[in-house]
């Protein structure tokens, strides 16, 4: 039971705000001349009062009384709501407005994005003030959505009202919307649970071996070979790649007169559909620039994009023939670009094309591009990198997203054990240990075709299996 207070009283109202008053010394309740957002606020103007009426400074005002304070209370209301904005224009505001926790604007991508949840997903809700939106509605608006089967969908734009709406309810200039009507159990998490439970065992079985990006690189087309070879080295992201230019490329000599090979990332390309492109392009932020056929170039995906990368030594060669051969002499013209037009960014899909073929020449058909990235990340964790390492290395500002890229193939799990072993039997002066009982056929592992360019690795540790009275496949 809460404690009755000790001067004063504060009762909630239908509207949700809350009204404050008190007996003053003149034996007549006052109430207070408005209204309140919270209880907090009330609170406030109820210890103002006893402070007045202990110093001796009160003085009896007239006493407002309850048919005047609701009479006042209704018109304030009516007030705010004619000022509310509707739930389109108010979208429109914090598509162009809104920051990350960073600091970070939105990327025009996710701009695109939210645009177009507002436009399509989430038109039924245009002309609706904020406030008048209602908890049934949104649900019924899920259920709908839901019988359309694209859940990844469903669950963005909802995911997108509710913060919006959450964005609203801390918004102190909308008094009258003071609760978030989206309260659907689980509706921020319906496809990405589910999704996030294989996305570790997709990253894995996107990882490729040594010999598998040999045979990519030799197999794409000589000018965007140096792609694959980034994609795999440096591990940047689609739109990072095709923003980079000569400028970004620095080469310098060591010590020893050997080249070290650097980028600088600090932009990003997106392609912006012309059904949002004119949304953005009345919006410009100024760290953007709308480039041709709806290229808009700005900041990288986070500020921990923004980083200097070093190209590991072996691959020097790959990036110092592509710089002659296919870029530009001009600080800014671009490492990768169209076919026809060298002023042009290259399009995400003539790069997935190129990338189609050498993946096939590798047996990989089901490596994403992205999967570069997961194995630039895993070799460089390989080797020793620290999380914080791995993150800064590859413009990453979620540990846990990190964290999901640092696997461990199956080529690589193979070769720790056989490691271990041999430094075992190294250890024990050549001496093998007793022999392992027989394995049935039907328990050997069976190789995937990601293990299977590893003869080498696989007949050396085929040798040890034999070394101990066992067989392998």
Request: hydrophobic fraction near 35%; charged fraction near 30%; aromatic fraction near 6%.
């Amino acid at each position: 039971m809460a404690a009755r207070r000790r001067f004063g009283s504060i009762v909630k109202m239908r509207s949700g705000r809350y009204q404050a008053s008190y007996i003053a010394p003149d034996s007549t309740r006052h109430y207070a001349p408005t209204t309140y957002r919270t209880k907090g606020d009330a609170d406030r103007w109820l210890v103002g009062q006893e402070a007045e009426i202990t110093a001796g400074r009160w003085t009896a005002d007239s006493p407002l009384d309850k048919t005047t304070l609701r009479t006042r209370e209704a018109h304030a209301a009516a007030a705010a709501l004619d000022a509310e904005p509707t739930f389109e224009v108010y979208s429109r505001n914090h598509i162009l407005t809104h920051r990350h926790t960073d600091g970070q604007p939105l990327a025009a991508r996710t701009q695109g994005e939210y645009l177009q949840y507002t436009e399509r997903e989430l038109r039924e809700f245009h002309g609706r003030k904020l406030s008048s939106i209602t908890e049934d509605e949104i649900a019924a608006w899920y259920d709908r959505q839901r019988k359309t089967d694209n859940l990844a969908l469903l669950e963005k734009s909802y995911s997108y009202i509710k913060s919006l709406l959450t964005a609203a309810v801390a918004d102190k200039k909308l008094p009258s919307v003071t609760e978030n009507p989206c309260r659907v159990s689980g509706g921020s998490v319906i496809y990405s649970h589910r999704a996030k439970q294989n996305r570790r065992k997709r990253i894995k079985d996107a990882l490729v071996s040594g010999q598998q990006l040999d045979v990519m690189v030799t197999a794409c087309e000589e000018a965007y070979r140096a792609a694959v070879v980034i994609g795999a080295w440096i591990g940047l992201r689609s739109e990072e790649l095709r923003e980079l230019r000569r400028k970004d490329v620095t080469i310098k000599r060591d010590d020893r007169g050997a080249a070290v090979i650097s980028f600088h990332i600090e932009r990003a390309v997106t392609y912006v559909a012309k059904k949002e492109l004119q949304f953005i392009k009345d919006n410009l932020r100024s760290d953007q620039t709308l480039g041709e056929d709806g290229y808009i170039v700005g900041p990288t995906k986070s500020a921990a994009g923004e980083r200097r990368v070093i190209l590991p030594p072996h691959a020097n060669e790959h990036i110092i023939h592509h710089l002659e051969n296919f870029v530009g002499p001009d600080a800014d013209a671009l490492l990768f670009r169209a076919v026809k037009d060298p002023t042009r960014h290259l399009a995400h899909s003539t790069l997935w094309r190129h990338w189609d073929a050498a993946r096939k020449a590798a047996l990989r058909a089901d490596v994403p591009f992205h999967g570069l990235r997961h194995k630039s990340a895993t070799a460089y964790a390989q080797v020793g990198a620290t999380m914080m390492e791995v993150m800064e290395r590859h413009g990453h500002n979620d540990v846990t997203v990190a964290m999901m890229y640092q696997q461990v193939g199956a080529e690589r799990d193979l070769e720790l054990v056989g490691r271990m072993s041999a430094d075992h039997v190294a250890s024990a002066g050549g001496k093998t240990a007793p022999a392992a009982p027989a394995v049935e056929e039907a328990q050997k592992p069976k190789l995937t075709e990601t293990q299977m360019p590893q003869a080498e690795l696989l007949a050396a540790f085929a040798e040890f299996l034999d070394s101990r009275g066992t067989t392998s496949e």
